[in-house]
T-cell receptor, first 109, second 116 residues
Framework: RKEVEQDPGPFNVPEGATVAFNCTYS??????FFWYRQDCRKEPKLLMS???SGNEDGRFTAQLNRASQYISLLIRDSKLSDSATYLC??????????FGTGTRLLVSP | GAVVSQHPSWVICKSGTSVKIECRSL??????MFWYRQFPKQSLMLMAT?????????EQGVEKDKFLINHASLTLSTLTVTSAHPEDSSFYIC????????????FGQGTRLTVV
């Protein structure tokens, strides 16, 4: 079983749609959680950290369920510029990040 | 602007040669840096943890004699791919956590290595 699992997609959605991504992780001792965005042939960039209380940044909402070892990302009112690969990332300790394979999002006009 | 700079951004080399990749933290000191590798359509996989002033820690399955890591200063780590083979062709990327701000890892721009 992979340490961090994501549906690879692609998710094809029209502009304005709401789309949700899910992620599960296997290491219950994991310390912190993130969603990163990666554009083709580029480095990952932090989208947002994920907390148990849930957090929102504009059109993006992230949620963590430690009991279920489950992380989610919701994107509302999708824009063309949201097209990218979204990486679920877990800090397993000592700053070691474990990456999911990513979920590819394609937003079309 | 970038806080972690990686160079070169791409390189093509012949089989059997060595390639050095640099990773610099620009406005902070990093006692620890991390090297990842990403093959097409796969996730980033941690290769090794680079420790300033001491030996790097390699992940299982990564050959330390093939991927030489030097972290000689608090702002620079280098990864040298020795005797490169076509199967080493990949996207190599470094990261560092800003000291005392343990909430985000910053990534270099990545190096696309092609071995021909």
């Amino acid at each position: 079983r992979k340490e961090v699992e994501q549906d690879p997609g692609p998710f094809n959605v029209p502009e304005g749609a709401t789309v949700a991504f899910n992620c599960t992780y296997s290491n219950s001792a994991s310390q912190s959680f993130f969603w990163y965005r990666q554009d083709c042939r580029k480095e990952p960039k932090l989208l947002m950290s994920v907390y148990s209380s849930g957090n929102e940044d504009g059109r993006f909402t992230a949620q963590l369920n430690r009991a279920s070892q489950y992380i989610s990302l919701l994107i509302r009112d999708s824009k063309l510029s949201d097209s990218a690969t979204y990486l679920c990332v877990v800090n397993t300790g000592f700053q070691k990040l474990v990456f999911g394979t990513g979920t590819r999002l394609l937003v079309s006009p | 602007g970038a806080v972690v700079s990686q160079h070169p951004s791409w390189v093509i080399c012949k089989s059997g040669t060595s390639v050095k990749i640099e990773c610099r933290s620009l406005d902070f000191q990093a006692t620890t840096m991390f090297w990842y590798r990403q093959f097409p359509k796969q996730s980033l996989m941690l290769m090794a943890t680079s420790n300033e002033g001491s030996k790097a820690t390699y992940e299982q399955g990564v050959e330390k004699d093939k991927f030489l890591i030097n972290h000689a200063s608090l702002t620079l780590s280098t990864l040298t791919v020795t005797s490169a083979h076509p199967e080493d062709s990949s996207f190599y990327i470094c990261s560092a956590w800003r000291e005392n701000m343990n909430t985000e890892a910053f990534f270099g721009q990545g190096t696309r290595l092609t071995v021909v």
